[in-house]
């Protein structure tokens, strides 16, 4: 079973909420960056995004930006994120989202990052800019085996997509609260209910909430209305603040908020 399958299972049988963090690979070096993602595992998140550093994103802010320059800076690439992943997969099981746009993962080559991914120890992927009708529709990106596609569904997103997106939904739902780039707003929607439940009839996929969230009282709100929360840019300032304690800084940030997510 998918790690990802495995723990959704997991926390359906305790009736609890998944906590997911995202981090940008390499950010700021390889190092640390092994030792930041080994503390957010051990600090009880259920599922990592793993962000791979490109130098053009257009979908996320000023914040994930700035950490996939300064990964690029130390020297990371598409080939050492997948290093990453085997040197975590050593020591923990914690599932891996690959979190990136298509061109890195082209230009390696479709099918051969996905086989070196899954190999590696990454269980699925969440490919920004890569509709999956676009996906189907060319034989040089059909062939995406061994990860989950993760897809997005934003507020804007029209009902009759929303049911074909939920349908063939792997892993989880990756639902924006709000739309724009990532770490571009100060809080989460207060329309998550209702977003989430547009989603809810057309999947039994659980559906994580991202966007917007930085505090426990956010992460409760959320965690009640969906079946996942989502960090991101809240966790990478932490280590834009802390280079030189990047994994306890981020270990700290994340505690309250996982403890939150559990018990909304």
Not at 68 to 86: C, E, F, H, P, Y
């Amino acid at each position: 079973m998918n790690r990802i399958d495995a723990v959704f299972q997991q926390l359906r049988s305790k009736q609890e909420k998944a906590f997911v963090a995202y981090v940008a690979a390499g950010d700021p070096s390889f190092d640390v960056s092994l030792e930041v993602i080994r503390a957010i595992a051990d600090a009880g998140a259920d599922v990592i995004e793993l962000g791979l550093p490109f130098s053009d994103p257009l979908a996320d802010g000023i914040v994930n930006q700035m950490a996939a320059d300064r990964a690029l800076k130390a020297g990371m690439t598409t080939a050492r994120s997948l290093d990453l992943i085997r040197e975590f997969r050593k020591t923990h099981e914690t599932p891996i989202v690959l979190f990136t746009y298509l061109n890195p993962v082209f230009t390696y080559g479709f099918e051969s990052f996905h086989k070196d991914a899954a190999a590696a120890g990454a269980d699925g992927i969440l490919l920004l800019d890569l509709p999956p009708e676009e996906a189907a529709a060319n034989k040089d990106l059909a062939k995406g085996e061994g990860l989950h596609h993760i897809r997005l569904i934003a507020p804007t997103t029209p009902q009759e997509r929303v049911e074909l997106l939920a349908k063939d939904a792997e892993g989880f739902i990756y639902a924006l609260s709000r739309t724009g780039v990532t770490g571009g707003h100060g809080a989460p929607s207060d329309d998550i209910a209702a977003q989430v439940a547009r989603i809810t009839p057309h999947t039994e996929t659980p559906i994580c909430v991202g966007f917007g969230i930085s505090n426990p009282e956010q992460a409760s709100m959320v965690a009640k209305a969906g079946n996942g929360v989502i960090v991101g840019s809240a966790i990478v300032k932490q280590i834009e603040l802390n280079p030189e304690r990047a994994a306890d800084a981020v270990r700290e940030f994340i505690t309250p908020l996982i403890e939150a997510t559990k018990s909304a």
